[in-house]
C-alpha cells in the first residue's frame, strides 16, 4: 500500500506478517535448538518425576529462577544414580521448546551430581536400600562347604584372576572339579552376564552332572569405573536371592562393591577366594570351550551388525526428526497421565473435605431426626460422583487410546510397509522434486526392510 506524509512525500507501509502460535512456537523452537545444542547447566531438582514410560521428568532450580527438564528413557537407562529433589546436579542436554505448552525445557542427555561422583552416589543409595531391605544381614547367610566337589566361576575367561584361582586349586586339591561360567567383568553387560551365571548354577542345582555346591564371583582389581559392574541391583539380587553359597572376590583387600555384602562370604582376592573353598584346576571340556567360542564370535558379529546398521540410520536426517516427533507425542502422553492422575487425587480431596463439612454439621443437629436425610444425601452424592469419575475416565481412556492409533499412523515404519518408500540422492538429500537428479545420478531408495541403490536413467518432472 502507498501512503503519502504530511509533506506529500510517498512511502510503502510495512507488510503485516500474522503468525499461527504453531508456527510462532516451532519457529522459536529451531532458533533455540539451534543456538543451545550442547549446553551444561547447574541446579537443584524439584519436582521429580519417573512414570513407567522410562522417561525422567524435573524442575531445575537456581534462586528464583527454573527450567523443566525431560530425560528420555534411552538416556535415562544409562545414569549410574537415581536423582532425587534437593539433589544439586549439572546437566548436559539440548535446550527446546515443549510446543503444546509453549514451554521452555532440557532435553537431557546427561546428568553428573554436584560434588560426589555419579558413581559413588549410586553405590551410596544401592547400599543403604538394600541394607534396609534386610540384604546384608549375618543371620541370612550361608555357610560355605569345607571340601565342595564341584565349583562353580562366574568370571572372564582372559581375567588374570581366573588364572591364580586355578593355580592355587591345582596346589591344594586336585580331586575337585571346577565349572566356569564365561561372563564379561567389565561393562554395560558385565553385570546382567555375571547375573546370568549366578542364575545358571541355581537352576541346574537338579543336574548332577552340571550342579555346583559353591559360586565364585570374581574379577582382578581396577578403578572404580571398572568395579562399577559389581554395584549393580540387579546382580545384588540375583546374588542375594542364590540357594547356592556365593563368594564375592572382587577387586583388591582395599576394594568394597555391593556384591561383597550380599554374598555369603567375602573373599580379600580371587586367590585368597581359592584358599577359602580348597578347590582344585578346572578341566575344561573341549566342546564346551569351542560353543563357548563360537557364542562369543556370534555374539560381537551381531553387536557389530547392529552397530552399523543403528549408525546407519542415525545418519539420516528424515529418521531423526521423525524419532524427535514420536519423543514429543511420548512426552504429550506422559503430560496428559500426569494431569489425569492429579485431576483424579483433586476429585478425592474435594470428596474428603466435602465429607468433613458434612460431618461437622451433622454434630450440630439431633443425629436421630436427620441422620436418614443425610445418609440419603450422601449415598446420592457418592454415586453421581463415582458416575462421574468412571465416565471421565472412560473418556480419558478413549482419547489416549485414539492417541496411540494416531501415533501409530506417524510411525516412519508404518508409512514404508504400506509401500512407500524414502529416495535419497547422492548427496544424502530427500528427493522431493524430479529435478533434484540427473540421469547417470546414483540413487538409494529406503523401504521398510532393507535399502535399494540404482541410476537414474531419465528424469521427467510432473507438471
Given at each position: ?25 516451532a ?34 532450580k ?14 535415562a ?72 566337589a ?18 592355587i ?5 586336585h ?23 549366578v ?28 568395579l ?48 577359602l ?50 519423543r ?46 443425610i ?19 472412560l ?24 509401500g ?15 529435478e ?16 535399494i ?11
Amino acid at each position: 500500500m502507498e501512503l503519502r506524509d504530511q509533506l506529500g512525500f510517498r512511502f510503502t507501509a510495512p507488510e503485516r506478517r500474522v503468525w499461527t502460535v504453531r508456527a510462532l512456537v516451532a519457529a522459536v523452537r529451531a532458533h533455540v535448538e539451534r543456538e543451545y545444542s550442547d549446553a551444561w547447566v547447574e541446579g537443584e531438582i524439584s519436582n521429580f518425576r519417573a512414570p513407567d514410560s522410562g522417561h525422567l521428568y524435573f524442575t531445575l532450580k537456581d534462586g528464583n529462577a527454573q527450567i523443566r527438564v525431560v530425560m528420555f528413557s534411552s538416556k535415562a537407562r544409562l545414569l549410574r544414580f537415581r536423582p532425587a529433589d534437593g539433589m544439586q546436579v549439572v546437566v548436559r542436554g539440548r535446550v527446546t521448546i515443549y510446543e503444546d505448552r509453549g514451554e521452555l525445557q532440557i532435553a537431557a542427555e546427561y546428568i553428573e551430581p554436584k560434588g560426589a561422583g555419579g558413581l559413588q552416589v549410586a553405590f551410596e543409595q544401592l547400599k543403604a536400600k538394600l541394607e534396609a531391605e534386610g540384604l546384608f544381614a549375618a543371620e541370612r547367610k550361608k555357610a560355605i562347604p569345607t571340601l565342595p566337589a564341584r565349583i562353580g566361576i562366574v568370571t572372564s575367561p582372559q581375567a588374570a584372576a581366573l588364572s591364580d584361582i586355578l593355580n592355587i586349586l591345582q596346589r591344594r586339591h586336585h580331586t575337585a572339579n571346577a565349572v566356569i561360567y564365561p561372563a564379561q567383568v567389565q561393562g554395560d553387560f558385565a553385570a546382567a552376564e555375571v547375573a546370568a551365571g549366578v542364575r545358571y548354577f541355581n537352576e541346574v542345582r537338579g543336574d548332577e552332572s552340571r550342579s555346583v555346591e559353591v559360586i565364585i564371583v570374581g574379577r582382578g582389581g581396577g578403578s572404580a569405573e571398572d568395579l562399577a559392574a559389581f554395584n549393580d541391583e540387579g546382580l545384588a539380587r540375583a546374588v542375594a536371592g542364590s540357594e547356592i553359597p556365593v563368594i564375592s572376590a572382587v577387586g583388591h583387600e582395599t576394594d568394597f562393591t555391593i556384591v561383597d555384602f550380599v554374598a555369603d562370604l567375602r573373599a580379600a582376592t580371587p586367590s585368597a577366594a581359592a584358599e577359602l573353598v580348597i578347590r582344585s584346576r578346572v578341566e575344561v571340556e573341549t566342546q564346551a570351550e569351542a560353543a563357548r567360542e563360537r557364542l562369543v564370535r556370534a555374539m560381537e558379529r551381531r553387536l557389530l551388525e547392529a552397530r552399523h546398521a543403528l549408525m546407519e540410520r542415525a545418519q539420516d536426517g528424515a529418521f531423526a526428526r521423525m524419532m524427535d516427533l514420536i519423543r514429543q507425542r511420548q512426552q504429550k502422553v506422559d503430560d496428559l497421565t500426569y494431569r489425569l492422575e492429579r485431576g483424579e487425587r483433586q476429585q478425592l480431596e474435594q470428596m474428603r473435605r466435602r465429607w468433613e463439612t458434612v460431618a461437622a454439621v451433622v454434630r450440630h443437629y439431633d443425629l436421630r431426626r436427620v441422620l436418614a436425610g443425610i445418609r440419603g444425601e450422601l449415598e446420592a452424592g457418592t454415586a453421581a460422583m463415582a458416575a462421574a469419575m468412571r465416565n471421565q475416565l472412560l473418556q480419558n481412556k478413549v482419547r489416549l487410546e485414539r492417541m496411540g492409533r494416531a501415533l501409530e499412523v506417524l510411525s516412519p515404519l508404518a508409512i514404508l510397509e504400506r509401500g512407500y518408500a524414502l529416495v535419497f540422492d547422492g548427496a544424502g538429500q530427500l528427493v522431493k522434486d524430479a529435478e533434484q537428479v540427473k540421469a547417470g545420478e546414483d540413487i538409494r531408495a529406503r523401504v521398510a526392510r532393507g535399502e535399494i541403490r540404482a541410476t537414474v536413467k531419465k528424469a521427467t518432472p510432473v507438471e
